[in-house]
């Protein structure tokens, strides 16, 4: 069975109706991509959908894809909602519900708006993880923490997923160590390959300490695409936005822009580096623009992915990586 999977995602909501957005999701839904996945922000000037409100729409208008939110901040949200949300979900969407988390990006405008600091919010996540992870599993919860107290907490139902998915997201230390803690996964941001290799190795040799559990094919990536031009309008916009978001970063390390070839490209620098699981976000004009970026996305990438899946690349790179890490040993 192959491991190499691609799905796609948004951040900011390229569409001016409703209708539009379903249209692409049809799209995904039917396209053979294994996933949507959501951004989350609760306040912005750009528009931007809610996530867990998106899964739990995405449930109810989809029957074969996965989806999920890249990532749900959990710095400004409250454990015992989310798990409920969470195993509600899943359990009506029949398992496909792909849960990854965060604290949150330092830069959002979501501490201020709820309220809440960004400094000291890795205690807050850590305690969150924990509650959550345990209400998963059908405990009843009684939790005294520095954060949260909670008293006789039970959720049911329960997600269908017995192993239910757990991804967290993040590259800094602490971040690592707590998927090593807590997590199935691991979705890395604006990594490059290289990076993003040295993010799995650090979370493999973290998991050795903790003991848990993370399969070989649970670690992800993702970055923008366009098939097109680099000339283009909306590519400078993009290259724009990302310079103003993370203007010490060169923009072009998660973006990809060209033919089919250059978009696998990227895939196959990662796959050699660890990475299987991919979130590539289209960059466009309007809603027909998208949706077309998605189609040549499936159209074109998904048989070279099956390539990739069907040459045994992620293996043969597995075999390579974990021999170079025996060397340096």
Known sequence: MGKIAAGVGLMEFPFKTANDYWRWVDVCEHSGLDSI?????????????????????????????????????????????VAKEC?????????????????????????????????????????AMDIMRRLWTGEKLDYDG??????????????LQKRFP???????????????????????????????????????????????????????????????????????????????????????????VGDTEAVAARVRDYVRNGVTKFVLRPVGTDADDIIEQTRLLAENLLPEIGAMNADGLFEASLAQLNENKHATQ
């Not at 306040?43 to 029957?63: D, I, K, P, W, Y």
């Not at 954060?147 to 997600?159: S, V």
């Open 37 to 81: 996945w959501q951004t989350d922000r609760l306040v912005s000037n750009a528009s931007m959908l809610e996530c867990m409100s998106a899964m739990a729409a995405l449930a109810g208008a989809t029957r074969r894809i996965k989806f999920g939110m890249n990532v749900l901040s959990l710095g400004v949200r409250d454990p015992l909602v």
């Open 146 to 159: 520095e954060h949260f107290q909670i008293r006789g907490a039970k959720i049911a139902p329960l997600p």
């Open 166 to 256: 757990c991804w967290y997201g993040g590259a800094s230390k602490s971040a690592v160590k707590r998927t090593a803690k807590y997590a199935t996964g691991w979705l890395g941001g604006p990594e490059t390959p290289d990076e993003a290799g040295a993010v799995v190795a650090a979370v493999k040799n973290a998991c050795e300490a903790t003991g848990n559990r993370i399969d070989e094919d649970h670690y992800g990536a993702g970055f923008f695409y366009r098939f097109g031009s680099k000339s283009e309008p909306c590519v400078e916009e993009r290259v724009r936005m990302t310079r103003e978001r993370l203007p010490d970063k060169d923009p072009w390390r998660s973006l990809v």
């Open 87 to 127: 195993a509600t979900i899943d359990y009506l969407s029949d398992g496909r519900l792909l849960p990854a988390f965060g604290v949150g990006s330092p830069r959002s405008p979501d501490w201020a708006a709820s309220g809440r600091s960004y400094k000291g919010s890795g205690k807050r996540v850590d305690e």
